[in-house]
């Protein structure tokens, strides 16, 4: 039986739709609270969208394509601008490229206005024009840090600006455009022509589309400064992200003096650079040698630290891995992990356990990368493994010795890229031997002189650690 609200006409109505100024979630219909950030009288009606495009001779040629082939060597290779500061330059890939937009996000206070005045005092120094608006600090503030940076005379204008319409106005003054432009932050900017509050989706938005479209306009690069959420990700839209052509993280943690520049997106250079610099009373100092420094300082007498061979980009890195195991009086023991994947811990953790018979159940699990890196390479299954054997007997690993080499579930040890770099910068900061996967044995790019132990599988780990145990016991 049908009712009468089934037989209503079907009218093709579009679809309205609904997106919250705060978080830029989208909705159906209207609410008085978003139920995405529970943020109240956010929601407004999206404009309705434009009637379809009259097509017209006047438009002939204006939406041009042009065939591959036909691309200029120029535009294939941008011409890059070196800062001078060189490991700014490393993670964009060479230089900045004239006409790009970069955001740079990162915690409060780990360094991003203080790492972008040395880029801007050090562009400057080149006799190049260079704007830095902040709409966090006033002149004379900037003009504080400058002095204890060191770069008071530097040729850099300061404007204490967050109107984009004011900011562009001044851009386009003077009788050159900026090289460089450094607008900290992009959540401080608001466009009169955008109704919501700075720091909203919708402004940060709009504010984000006209700083950009001013540098592709005018070949000028444009740094943007976005602030980042309890969760990590840089606040406001995503699309942000979307509209800019490199997307750089500044992180670190505030406890220690060690600061990395990494590269998410880039869409003129790799994504897996990273720089690294160290916060000094006078700034933040380039680290050339950052091994030297993530191993310094230990003591390898310890039981539960191992060291690790890895790559970030195309840089060896050696840094320590600490673990600790210990009893817990906890009914679901504790599982930690700093700066490092908890779920690759627990792959480990339960491969020791089914594969080896190590068990580590009821036992709490600490795992720490010195230095505050972040370690995301898989590579460094087998020096966690080792950190945490090491805890397990309280036997400390053998001194002068680095480990890497990928676990799969099977407990096999799988090769890894690059074993040859990895060996020669562990050779160069002094260590003589080396754990690593037997299928990387055949590397081409061996360096000689190293004591290598090949492993097969995890087991053949813990048979190591459990006979240098008893060794040292006898
Ligand atoms: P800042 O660049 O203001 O951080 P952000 O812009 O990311 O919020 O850096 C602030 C911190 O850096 C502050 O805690 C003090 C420290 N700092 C130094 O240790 N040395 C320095 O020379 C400067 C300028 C800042
Ligand atoms: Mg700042």
Redesign the pocket.
Known sequence: MCSSRDLAPLVARAAKQFTCQSCGGRTGKWAGRCDDCGEWNTIVEDAASPPGFQISSARQGRGRVIELTDLQSGSLNPSRLKTGIAEFDRVVGGGIVPGSALLVG??????????L?QVAASVAATDRRVTYISG?ESPDQVRL?AQ??GVREANVELGAATSVADILTTLESGPLSPALVII??IQTMWDERVESAPGTVAQVRASSQALIRFAKARDTTMVL?GHVTKDGQIAGPRVVEHMVDAVLY?EGD?GHRFRILRGVKNRFGPTDEIGVFE??????AEVENPSALFIGGRDESAPGAAIFAGIEGTRPILVEIQALVAPSSLGTPRRAVVGADASRLAMIIAVLEARCGVSMAGQDVYLNIAGGLRIQEPAADLAVAAALLSSLTGAALPTGTVHFGEISLSGAVRPVAQPGSRLKEAKKLGFGGAVIPAADQNDSDMPAGLEISLVEDLAALVGRIAAARTEGID
């Open positions: 990162g915690d409060p206070g780990i360094g991003k206005s203080t790492l005045l966090e840090r204890r940076l900290d932050s400064v500044f505030r916060m000094t009373g006078g700034g933040l």
